[in-house]
């Protein structure tokens, strides 16, 4: 048993906690690649648009031929002909000639540049009246200029979000090799934990509020949470299902008895699989959380392990902190996609213990974020929080009306 | 054909388009609650935690007793027992003696208070030493200190959080009624339009870029994206597809084609089958979006309908600002849940009009916004751009140096 009693900070653990493993990679359609990680840096098969394209509603025309015209002294042009949306130019534009093209169609050979219909007239039918002068290449684009052939479409280890679907449909990517989400077992612990669905609570149970909670954020996280269950405090029970979780998962989490005895018994199983990176984090709420790599067999390869406090409001706070990365990185990615914020006053004084990151549930109205106190136990602060604010490791608290940033819960 | 070609400002759209329809209310578990929309209230079922339960390892104590204890005149209390987890207590609390409880078991008969274990020794054995007073109530949480009996745990119309699933769960709540996920229909048009799994494109098609990113938006609105299939410029085959569309889904989303008499036809097909409440929207891109109440069958009930930009870019840009709202609210949701910001200043000036809302693209950098440019038609910006700022209506630009808010993508 190494290192059991190494506290850390959260800062420290962020950095230095950092497990090799990753899920396998798997190939995902568009449908379901939203906020998938690339394995791969994707790249264009081709240039985009492929052709240049004219970018308005107007003519094709060689600009030469526009040149010095005016209202009053217009170009005329005779015009070959138009273009179909979605065809290939059949006409062809030559000197004192134009070619009809709608916003988004293929630009004729012989064309540089496309007069806006604006500042055209059909004065008499076939002739084209041009009104004001345009330069090569105006009116449309290249047939390279959205994307060349080779150019980055998306990176590796940055979630897909929608825009950039839009983008890997555009190039014909309709397959992404993106990493298998993780699958995050949850371990629920305690003699006085009972399933949800437990309808009548006996004097000195609780239903287990923390697997849900979590299942949620591992969700957010885009992790596949699987809750194995209820153990009850006992070191042999535990050990054997920790490592039936380990055998099958790419994280698990263990929500450790609420009792000083009870987190030593966690401690105990978790020692006897792997190694204590840390034991005690300078968090609160959070202080007695345990990480670990441990595996289900000596020799077999190490799954990280996420020991939480046993009061659901502080596993739930430790879990944003060094759960949610943890998941993401597990998935190849190395800085999870920004959470919802908004700036506030604070609305009293926040007193905190330097080397020690303080986490305060708070709701917002009208510009003030005013914590939320109570007995940690309290899971009803769940309800009436907006989000939270982190007081960090070097302060000592913050005053009363300082502006913070609140970290919203989505 | 009424009101054809009346247009508004984003803010008039979001506030005064206001379909009446909802989805149907389904059951669900909490494992898929995540983010769905509770048609009612919820409240508490019972207090909670249901019993008065000890906050500390110590022992249960009848606070009189400990009345002026201290170092130097310890109390001495008989030991009585002992509290396990999630039984109910046996022994009972009587003057003079205490029994031993971890944190979070129920507090036994006959006691008030909880002294912390750091403050008592076990000198001999069977005897507690007792060298702190505690008043009454202290070390413990009361039966009904968190919740009481009919609380509210979570509002109707208010998207689930993670924390708040973990709060049902301890209320005994695992199964909760919500707004059922909205369809939407995408309904792409164009004859140059391709499918993306279109492997060589002849000169003038495109693939299909639009579907797929709103695909990823709707999800990321709560909503499940129907992609109907691409129709050519063609009113009559439009106006089929949409009515099908109609007829079983809760939005139906148009990508009108580029050119201006593509749109016109789709405006036409819209007309006959409803109501046009807007066409033309005062915002850059996005300008030709179309809003409207349509109906599959004359008298029955009306599915909203929302035209948006041939040019992905900007169809993205219209769906962000009135389709989200739009999705959610079908789902019972007023109130969009918060999107992830961040603060940056502004790269370089950004000319816009009044009475227009100028959507911009951004790459954040070092704390700096910069603008992404580049003909309207440019897919790659989507690849580059982190978020986009918003120039609102009244406005006539901002200035390089700015401090702007950044909406992010996700």
Redesign the interface.
């Known amino acids: 048993m190494k290192e059991f009693f190494t506290a850390r900070t959260v800062g420290e653990a962020r950095a230095g906690f950092r497990p090799a493993r990753r899920t396998a990679v798997e190939d995902v359609g568009?449908?379901e690649a939203?906020?998938r990680v690339p394995a791969a840096d994707v790249r264009a098969p081709a240039e985009?648009?492929?052709?240049a394209?004219s970018?308005v509603?107007g003519y094709a025309v060689r600009a030469a031929d526009t040149y010095g015209a005016s209202e009053g002294l217009p170009s005329y042009l005779d015009l070959a002909g138009s273009?179909?949306?979605?065809?290939?130019?059949t006409a062809v534009v030559s000197h004192g000639t134009c070619v009809a093209i709608?916003?988004?169609?293929?630009l004729p050979d012989g064309a540089d540049a496309v007069v806006m219909v604006e500042y055209t007239a059909e004065t008499m039918p076939g002739t084209i009246e041009v009104t004001r002068p345009v330069a090569p290449g105006s009116g449309l684009?290249r047939a390279d200029?959205?994307?060349a052939a080779g150019?980055?479409?998306?990176r590796a280890g940055r979630?897909?979000?929608?825009?950039?679907?839009?983008?890997?449909?555009?190039?014909?990517?309709?397959v992404v090799a993106v990493y298998a989400r993780p699958r995050v077992a949850i371990v629920s612990t305690?003699?006085?934990?009972?399933p949800?669905?437990?309808?009548t609570?006996?004097?000195?149970?609780?239903?287990?509020?923390?697997?849900?909670?979590?299942?949620?954020?591992i969700?957010?996280a885009g992790g596949e949470?699987v809750?194995v269950g209820i153990v009850p405090?006992d070191r042999d029970a535990l050990q054997a299902t920790l490592c039936a979780a380990l055998a099958v998962n790419d994280l698990v989490v263990v929500s450790a008895?609420?009792?000083?005895?009870?987190r030593d018994e966690t401690a105990g199983a978790v020692a006897a699989l792997g190694e204590i990176w840390c034991h005690g984090l300078a968090v609160k709420p959070g202080k007695p959380t345990l990480l670990a790599e441990c595996a289900a067999t000596p020799g077999a390869s190490t799954v990280p392990l996420l020991g939480l406090p046993?009061n659901?409001?502080s596993a739930?706070v430790v879990f944003r902190l060094v759960g949610v990365p943890l998941v993401w990185r597990l998935a190849g990615c190395e800085l999870p996609?920004?959470?919802?914020?908004?700036?506030a006053r604070l609305g009293r004084d926040l007193a905190s213990a330097t080397g020690r990151l303080d986490v305060v549930q708070v709701a917002v109205r009208d510009g003030v974020a005013e914590p939320l106190f109570g007995?940690?136990?309290?899971?009803?602060v769940?309800?009436r929080?907006d989000g939270y604010v982190v007081v960090p490791e070097p302060a000592t608290g913050l005053d009363g009306g300082t502006e913070v940033e609140v970290i919203?819960?989505?």
């Open positions: 568009l449908a939203l906020h985009m648009p492929g052709f394209r970018t509603d273009v179909r949306m979605g065809a290939a130019p709608p916003t988004g169609a293929a684009v200029e959205d994307v150019d980055g479409l998306v979630p897909l979000r929608a825009p950039q679907l839009g983008l890997l449909a555009a190039a014909g990517v309709t305690g003699d006085e934990v009972v949800p669905e437990t309808t609570l006996a004097a000195g149970q609780v239903r287990d509020a923390t697997a849900s909670a979590l299942t949620g954020l969700g957010d949470a809750q405090d008895g609420s009792s000083v005895g009870a046993g659901p409001l739930l996609p920004p959470e919802p914020t908004v700036r007995p940690s136990a309290l899971l009803s769940l309800a929080a919203l819960y989505r």
